[in-house]
T-cell receptor
Framework: GESVGLHLPTLSVQEGDNSIINCAYS??????FIWYKQESGKGPQFIID?????DKRQGQRVTVLLNKTVKHLSLQIAATQPGDSAVYFC??????????????FGAGTQVVVTP | DGGITQSPKYLFRKEGQNVTLSCEQN?????MYWYRQDPGQGLRLIYY???????QKGDIAEGYSVSREKKESFPLTVTSAQKNPTAFYLC?????????????FGEGSRLTVL
């Protein structure tokens, strides 16, 4: 059955500090990973992606690290700002039976930025 | 501006009623998706469509139905067979398959069963 009323893991960060959000994925055959940010009551927004042939990718204030050995993904946010408060999801691409890629989302991490 | 429009944003339904959530995109994307989001959980795929007049079940399709008569439209019907329909529903689209890039999401529709 469904799980009801789960609480998201929460990361509390002081404004100006760096944030590190972690994600463990399950399929060693996944080819592509994406981080999304979701603000309250809104749809997720793309932050950054990384392919399985890379270990690191940098964007504006964000860095994604991929460790395929332990199937771990992390998102680092530099100089965290109040506007970074949101739920962050990692997603992996798994191939479906008809060879079509389908995103599989993690449960998410709530980031709370304190002044 | 290009994007994905979901309506209504909030919807209330009595038990036993079917409701249809609208999703329209003007991004000229081939693929469209419906996800369900429950508190404290990730997004779960309900249905997806790679092309007009074709769609496939996702992980939790029971109690839902969709149609894809036009490229820009992918409505979701929550039927009375869905036992726990109260949730936040997200529609998304992508240029091609998920392997080629990101999903673009709408703002969501929150359905509450009274």
């Amino acid at each position: 059955g469904e799980s009801v009323g789960l609480h998201l893991p929460t990361l509390s960060v002081q404004e100006g500090d760096n944030s590190i959000i972690n994600c463990a994925y399950s399929n060693s055959a996944s080819d592509y990973f994406i981080w999304y940010k979701q603000e309250s009551g809104k749809g997720p927004q793309f932050i950054i992606d990384i392919r399985s042939n890379m270990d690191k990718r940098q964007g504006q204030r964000v860095t994604v690290l991929l460790n395929k050995t332990v199937k771990h993904l992390s998102l680092q946010i530099a100089a965290t700002q109040p506007g970074d408060s949101a739920v962050y999801f990692c997603a992996e691409i798994r191939m479906t039976t008809d060879s079509w890629g389908k995103l599989q989302f993690g449960a998410g991490t709530q980031v709370v930025v304190t002044p | 501006d290009g994007g994905i429009t979901q309506s209504p944003k909030y919807l209330f339904r009595k038990e036993g009623q079917n409701v249809t959530l609208s999703c329209e995109q003007n991004l000229n994307h081939d693929a469209m998706y419906w996800y369900r989001q429950d508190p404290g959980q990730g997004l779960r795929l309900i249905y997806y469509s790679q092309i007009v007049n074709d769609f496939q079940k996702g992980d939790i399709a029971e109690g839902y139905s969709v149609s894809r008569e036009k490229k820009e439209s992918f409505p979701l019907t929550v039927t009375s067979a869905q036992k726990n329909p109260t949730a936040f529903y997200l529609c998304a689209s992508s240029i091609g398959t998920g392997l080629t890039g990101e999903l673009f999401f709408g703002e969501g529709s929150r359905l509450t069963v009274l």
